[in-house]
C-alpha cells in the first residue's frame, strides 16, 4: 500500500524558513518523479517543486530561488527546504509522486501539512 506522509509544517513570520518532509512506504522515491504542491484556501492545488531520478529539479516561478527539493534515498523521503517565506506561501503542502514530467499524480495524496506565514 502507497503511503506519503507529509510533516514539518508551522506558522513562522515572513522570511522565516521551514522544512517539509515527506515519508514514503510502499514506495521508493529514488526511482520515482516526485513533486510538492501546495493549496492555498479558496485556490486550486499547484505544484511548486519536482524532482526526478537523476536529480534534476525544477520550481515553479514563485518559489524559485527560496525553495530547494532533495530526497534522502536511504531514507526514503523526500524534503523540501523553504527560505525567505512570504505570507502568499500560505497553504497546505502535499508531496506525491508524478508522472514523468508531468504534474499528473501518481499515488494518493497524503494529508498534507500546513504552513502559515503571517507578515
Known amino acids: 500500500q502507497v503511503q506519503l506522509v507529509e510533516s514539518g509544517g508551522g506558522s513562522v513570520q515572513a522570511g522565516g524558513s521551514l522544512r517539509l518532509s515527506c515519508a514514503a512506504s510502499?514506495?521508493?522515491?529514488?526511482?520515482?518523479?516526485m513533486g510538492w504542491f501546495r493549496q492555498a484556501a479558496g485556490k486550486e492545488r499547484e505544484g511548486v517543486a519536482r524532482i526526478v531520478p537523476s536529480g534534476v529539479t525544477w520550481y515553479a516561478d514563485s518559489v524559485k530561488g527560496r525553495f530547494t527539493i532533495s530526497r534522502d534515498n536511504a531514507k526514503n523521503k523526500v524534503y523540501l527546504q523553504m527560505n525567505s517565506l512570504k505570507p502568499e506561501d500560505t497553504g497546505m503542502y502535499y508531496c506525491?509522486?508524478?508522472?514523468?514530467?508531468?504534474?499528473?499524480?501518481?499515488?494518493?495524496w497524503g494529508q498534507g501539512t500546513q504552513v502559515t506565514v503571517s507578515s
Open positions: 506525491t509522486g508524478l508522472q514523468g514530467l508531468t504534474w499528473r499524480t501518481t499515488t494518493p
Open positions: 510502499g514506495y521508493t522515491v529514488s526511482t520515482a518523479f
